[in-house]
Nanobody, 126 residues
Framework: QAQLVESGGGLVQAGGSLTLSCAAS????????MGWFRQAPGKEREFVGC????????YYAPSVKGRFTISRDSAKNTLVLQMNSLKPEDTAVYYC???????????????????WGQGTQVTVSS
């Protein structure tokens, strides 16, 4: 069974940091690319960043580059999103995502993502 389970969301003040984790299991483990999307109220789900399984290369949306870092713990089958210098506009539900074949990019339609987690709320207060 393919499953992604996020944890670590919460409330943080602007300028603070928060770490999200995503536990992967089943067929998600063989996905070419894993990453994060987010969805703010009234907005479409948008790409945040991703990491390629084979190379470890990461790629980020311009809005978070330099502030967010994606890493993976292969031994624990866990994907981590470290978020620093958080802004109120980072407030959203964050979703872990996996794509079986190929990469994920800013323009990747959500329909091309094969697996989703249930989401975790991140709220940044001003």
């Amino acid at each position: 069974q393919a499953q992604l389970v996020e944890s670590g969301g919460g409330l943080v003040q602007a300028g603070g940091s928060l770490t999200l984790s995503c536990a992967a299991s089943g067929r998600t483990l063989s996905s070419d690319t894993m990453g994060w999307f987010r969805q703010a109220p009234g907005k479409e789900r948008e790409f945040v960043g991703c990491i390629r399984r084979s190379s470890g290369v990461t790629y980020y949306a311009p809005s978070v580059k330099g502030r967010f870092t994606i890493s993976r713990d292969s031994a624990k089958n866990t994907l981590v999103l470290q978020m620093n210098s958080l802004k109120p506009e980072d407030t959203a539900v964050y979703y872990c995502a996996a794509k079986r074949y190929g990469g994920m990019y800013v323009y990747t339609p959500t329909e091309e993502v094969d697996y989703w987690g249930q989401g975790t709320q991140v709220t940044v207060s001003s």
